[in-house]
């Protein structure tokens, strides 16, 4: 197997008998699959009581899987802090948003402003970092696992209160500045001094906007400065990269700013789950059940590598998962198809969760990539079947996009904190700007609002209140088409309406101003084609879509959320306008290209024939124009 497009698989050593381990092993090896992620929940085994470290078991564990030719992704096990050491401390668990400590009996029991704990997590990632640190097998480092998974990177804990007031004096150095820039002085929320700042939670109605916008942010770097102690430890310690995996349609901290820290940024892409809990419509969640929504992976994978251009997918479904509200089987194909359509948009690797399901604990209904009774399961069938395409695959590297998609946390996190409207969805509101990208036939990079806008066509900014002056000098010297969505440029970054009305700063380059907004409930249509939400704009540019879009030379802004048809047909017009040539796909059909090859997907529950004007002279060297369901073709330009 080359080591391009490396394959993995999520194992648990622990789980199984010593006896066992050679024979996974070398399935494992059979499969394709390279590199092995171990150890992440595994402290109760490694340091059984303080300072008794039992390393002979992982030691045999990464000796066997290394005999089979498999190198290691070794997690940090600090997910899961056992119960020897929890009992050491009262300083260690997290509180919830109603003042409730959480408990221990599951895993991510722990408080992120801790002091006990991030010393705690250091201990062990050194011991762990100091023992296989330069193991000739060891290949990468993952930090814990999924920071804030379970609701836990916010905490409302006295350690949490304490290092909030902290950052907060770090931030105004005088209370008066906090209650300017809060706007204390509404509802007589003015403080003396920061000891008197509780976190914003369990108060009669709606806490100060500004108050918990800074709450979020502050989070937000707990959850880095936890992650920073960690990645410090090992890099003194070993030259093996350092990967987290993140998660999907989560963003309760900043990732590109946390990327800073590793190496390798990667993701569990669980595409049936989440479109079982994620912001899916009926239409979507029938007829994509067994086979996720087709802009699902397509948007986390181009996010991920925006934060890192080396990144993974680090769990891969192989079969049903066990924690959606209902959990469908993937049809058949299409654990191969997620699998390459990570390497379509630039994966270095994919690994699968997990090699074998557990037959008991809390993932008893989550498949593997083998049953219980240690036959192959479909993904695991499927695990080869991937192994054997990317065989016959060029190297191809991974180029830029023309067209960018801006994501920010802090727009994510305002969004929610006043929304104005219970029908506004941030998640859906990306996923469907990038979509209509997508089904047009492009390649899509997610980038910061920090990034330079050079090398792009075009630069969609679905929402984004924050606009700052740097943000308008680095517009200014792109040449791009600039598309807003409503209410871009809205807030200050203290989190109040600007003085000069919404859009703010923009209307250094958009000639329009916003004097009214309403939202309205979901169902309820805009003029043009739009929903959810109206701004109402005084200017002299001239209405596009029934006022559903007003153009300044090559800046673009929505005055209403767009539908699916309005979106669609003012990106084509604004391609149109930047030179930039279409596709129309099938639907349910995504393209993306990597060097040379081009993949196409059939997110369908049916087979599709692919148009000739997509086929063009390019020849198949996977798949064939009629694509069955959940299928994968494979491009490359005719030679
Ligand atoms: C992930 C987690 C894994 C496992 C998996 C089940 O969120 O990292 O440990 O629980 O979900 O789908």
């Known amino acids: 197997m080359s080591e391009f497009y490396q394959l993995g698989v999520c194992y648990y050593p622990e789980h199984w008998p010593q006896s066992q381990w050679a024979d996974d092993a070398a399935d494992m090896a059979a499969r394709g699959i390279s590199k092995v992620r171990i150890g992440e929940f595994a402290w109760s085994r490694i340091e059984p009581a303080r300072g008794n470290f039992q390393w002979d078991r992982l030691d045999g564990a990464i000796e066997t899987l290394s005999a089979a030719g498999l190198k290691i992704i070794l997690g940090t096990p600090t997910a899961t802090p056992p119960k020897w050491l929890m009992d050491e401390y009262d300083d260690i668990l997290a509180v919830d948003k109603d003042g409730r400590p959480r408990r221990f009996g599951s895993r991510r029991h722990y408080c ?13 990632t050194r011991a762990v970092a100091e023992r296989y640190g330069k193991h000739p097998a060891l290949y990468a480092w993952q930090t814990d696992n999924e920071y804030g998974c379970h609701d836990t990177s916010r905490s409302w804990s006295p350690m949490a209160q304490a290092a909030f007031r902290l950052w907060l004096r770090e931030k105004y150095k005088t209370v ?15 403080f003396q001094n920061f000891d008197q700042i509780d976190l914003p939670n369990l108060t009669v109605t709606e806490p100060n906007p500004s108050h918990v916008l800074d709450f979020y942010r502050f989070s937000s770097d707990q959850v880095i400065k936890f992650n920073r102690v960690q990645c410090d430890i090992i890099r003194a310690r070993s030259d093996a990269p350092i990967s987290h995996n993140f998660m999907g349609y989560y963003g309760e901290f900043d990732h590109f700013k946390l990327s800073q820290d590793l190496d390798i940024a990667t993701w569990d892409s669980y595409p049936l789950g989440f479109l079982d809990i994620g912001p899916t419509g009926d239409f979507e969640r029938s007829h994509y059940m067994r086979q996720g929504h087709p802009d699902f992976a397509g948007f986390h994978h181009d996010l991920y590598r925006g934060c890192k251009s080396r990144w993974w997918v680090m769990e891969q479904q192989p079969g049903p998962v066990n924690w959606a509200d209902h959990n469908p089987a993937p049809i058949d194909g299409m654990v191969k198809t997620w699998s390459l359509e990570a390497f379509a948009h630039g994966a270095e690797g994919v690994s699968w969760f997990r090699y074998r399901q557990a037959p008991f604990a809390q993932e008893q209904f989550h498949a593997g990539l083998k049953r219980v009774d240690n036959a192959a399961s479909q993904g695991g069938i499927e695990a080869a079947q991937t192994a054997a395409i990317l065989e016959t695959l060029p190297e191809a590297e991974t180029q830029n996009a023309k067209t960018a998609l801006v994501f920010s ?7 929610e904190i006043q929304p104005q409207g219970k029908a506004r969805n941030f998640w859906r509101r990306m996923t469907d700007w990038y979509g209509a990208a997508r089904k047009a036939g492009l390649d899509v990079d997610i980038i910061s609002e920090t990034k330079d806008f050079a090398g792009y066509d075009i630069v969609m900014i679905a929402d984004l209140p924050i606009i700052s002056p740097d943000f308008i000098d680095r517009l200014k010297q792109s040449k791009a088409q600039f598309i807003f969505g409503p209410g871009c440029g809205g807030k200050t970054k203290d989190f109040h309406i600007p003085p000069n009305l919404v859009p703010g700063n923009l209307q250094d380059v958009l000639a329009l101003k916003v004097i009214k907004t309403e939202t309205l409930r ?7 084609g739009g929903h959810i939400w109206q701004d109402y704009v005084e200017t002299d540019l001239p209405a596009q879509f029934d006022g559903a879009l007003f153009s300044d030379a090559n800046i673009h802004y929505f005055t209403t959320v767009p539908g699916e048809a309005l979106l669609q047909k003012a990106f084509a017009k604004i391609c149109k306008t930047a030179g930039v040539e279409t596709t129309v796909l099938p639907d349910g059909v995504r393209v993306r290209r990597r060097g040379d090859l081009t993949f196409v997907f059939n997110y369908n529950p049916h087979a599709v024939t692919l148009p000739d004007s997509l086929i063009g002279a390019m020849r198949f060297r996977s798949g064939q124009p009629e694509l069955a369901p959940g299928e994968t073709a494979v491009l490359t330009a005719q030679d």
């Not at 946390?409 to 969004?415: G, P």
């Not at 979901?522 to 043009?528: F, I, L």
């Open 176 to 190: 008066d500045a906090l209650n300017t820039a809060w706007g204390g002085v509404f509802w007589s929320m003015e």
């Open 409 to 415: 946390y802090e727009a994510l996190w305002m969004s």
């Open 112 to 124: 992120f402003s801790s002091k006990s704990y991030v010393r705690e997590s250091g201990r062990i």
């Open 522 to 528: 979901a169902g309820v249509a805009t003029p043009g």
